[in-house]
Structure formats: C-alpha cells, structure tokens
C-alpha cells in the first residue's frame, strides 16, 4: 500500500512541511526587505532554506523546509523510476532511471549551501518531464497530452522572466510551474501504465 502510493505520500508530505515552513518564515524578501512573513506573490521557495531571514532575523522555517525538500526529492526521484519501468524504450528508460536517481541528490542540494549546484535538478527535472512527453504524445492519452505541453510551458515561461530579470513576475510563476510539475507527476504516476507505451513500441516494429 505504501509503496503503491509512495510517490503521494512524499509529495503530500512535502507541501505540509513546506507550508509550516512558511507560516514560521520570520520575513523579508527580495522585492521587499521588510515585508512581514513569507509572502508567497514576493518570496522564492528557495528563501525558505537560508539560515537567516532576508529581513536579518534568524529562519526558524528552516529545517521544515529542509526535511520537505527532502521528501519532495525522494518523491520526484521515485516518480521517473517507476515511468522509466512503463517506457516501452529500453535506451530512454535507463536515461529516467537515471534522472530519478541523479534527481534524489540534486533536488535536495537546494536547500543546502549548494543551492547553486542543485539548481541543476530543474533541468534534470525539465529533461525526464520532456522525455516523457515526447512518448505520451505518441500515445492515446490525449488529456495528459495536454497537460504535458501546459506544464512544460510553464517551467520555459519561469526561465525566460527570471534570465531576463523580471524578478516580480519569475516569483508568481515559480509556484506555477511547481503546481503544474506536481499535478503533472501525480496524473502521470496514477494514469499511465506499461501497456500504453507498449503499443507505441508495436507500432513502430509494423513500419
């Protein structure tokens, strides 16, 4: 039972933890220095795993964000390994083997001095969620289709406003596209199975 539903309990676990973190956030963001709390239209996620506050004081929010990240990691890390066992390719399943794997460190060195470094995650991330929409295109999934295509619209959409400095907009759109993500991962996980990627497979041995 748990290992069926695994990947919910982490992420479900994860938002829960996050969302103390944020109600014990003390203050401060970068749009503003003394702002009250965390502001979730102001703050990024990422404000959450500092030792001190924007505003100077000390982050009491932080080993909730921390213990959170961690179980947001494990969660996505679990997720491309079990879409990498349902991919009908042999050679692009091992590649989201491996992501889920290389996923489980790198996501949690964001909240970590690495933060840096574990940004590569997002882009880990981007490229398991492409791989997989690239192969739910070709299949009868037509509402996941849908989704895919959203969600990585939303994670092209986050890059563009924060590479180009539109820090007030990149913020908003940072929980867009962490929303989509996590949807996105959860349909994925309960609504696909071997058998529709299967046939992608037979398909293409006809041609």
């Known amino acids: 039972m748990i290992k069926k539903h695994a990947v919910l309990i982490c992420l479900v676990t994860s938002i829960i933890l ?3 973190a944020t109600l014990v956030y003390p ?34 929010g932080r080993m909730w964000a921390i213990i959170g990240m961690a179980f947001h990691s494990v969660g996505y890390g679990l997720f491309f390994i079990h879409m990498s066992k ?36 997002i882009i880990l991330t981007l490229f ?8 739910i295109l070709k299949t009868k999934l037509h509402l996941l289709k849908f989704c895919c295509i959203i969600c990585l619209m939303t994670y092209y959409c986050f890059f563009f406003l924060f590479g180009f400095g539109y820090l007030g907009w990149a913020v908003i759109m940072q929980k867009v596209y ?3 993500s996590m949807l996105l991962v959860l349909g994925l996980e309960y609504f696909t199975k071997y058998e529709d990627f299967k046939q992608i497979k037979s398909r293409e041995q006809r041609i």
């Open 18 to 20: 996050i969302v103390i």
């Open 27 to 60: 203050g401060g963001s970068l749009l503003d220095k003394n702002s009250i709390g965390f502001v979730w239209s102001k703050n990024f996620i990422s404000n959450l795993f500092a030792t001190e506050a924007i505003n100077g004081s000390e982050n009491s």
């Open 86 to 121: 349902r991919i009908s390719s042999r050679q692009w399943a091992t590649i989201l083997k491996i992501v889920g794997v290389t996923n489980i460190l790198f996501i949690f060195l964001i909240a970590t001095p690495l933060h840096d470094l574990g940004v590569i995650s």
């Open 128 to 135: 398991g969620l492409f791989i997989i929409t690239v192969f």
């Open 178 to 180: 962490i929303i989509s």
